[in-house]
């Protein structure tokens, strides 16, 4: 099996090796028939990739590839990466072996899922915002009688969590509260909130 000179400089030297902190999307991907394992870190920012490493388990041709995703990936808008193909990626490498061409796929898919990483990231943080300006408007009823709500969080399922605090949190009234008053209100500003629980 013969690999080109540029796949073999990408093995030795794989540009972009590790994590980055606080990434805006991860792409966790892997074969079960070779066993190879990536993961894709992405930075994102005003719609162009600026940053993105990678960690890989695997055989030389998956080192190779994940390295040249990554810099073929910077500077690219969302839009563009997700046009990156992993014949792209094997053509940057001036060619793989036919039997390693499972691992440019690999590092397509592991782009790709790093993008939909990012995407989802995008519509829990939207959502929030939006759970934060609805709480925004309960607020001044519940100070009113000394009490308050913290968001804690809002879970992929559409599950918001909330904490009743000050007066609002020993108050014999407090699940009614929660559902005839913050829950409804919640709901009915931000659609996509399917229920409002105390923790």
Known sequence: MQYSEKVMEHFRNPRNVGEIENPDGIGHVGNPICGDIMELYIKVKDNIIVDAKFKTFG??????????????????????ALAISNKAV????????????????????????????????????????????????????????????????????????????????GCPMAQMTLKAGIGKAIKQDVPDVKRVEEV
Not at 59 to 80: P, Q, Y
Not at 102 to 113: D, I, V
Not at 121 to 140: C, D, N, S
Request: net charge negative; proline share 3%.
């Open 59 to 80: 055989c030389g041709a998956a080192i190779a590839t994940s390295s040249m995703v990554t810099e073929l990936v910077k500077g690219k808008t969302i839009d563009e």
């Open 90 to 169: 094997a053509e940057a490498l001036d060619g793989l072996p036919p039997i390693k061409m499972h691992c440019s796929a690999l590092a397509e898919e592991a782009l790709k899922s790093a993008i939909d990483n990012y995407f989802k990231k995008q519509g829990e943080a939207k959502m929030r915002e939006r759970v934060e300006q609805a709480l925004a408007k309960i607020r001044p009823s519940l100070q009113a009688d000394d009490g308050n709500v913290e968001l804690v969080e809002v879970m992929e399922d559409g599950v918001v969590k909330v904490k009743l605090t000050g007066a609002c949190g």
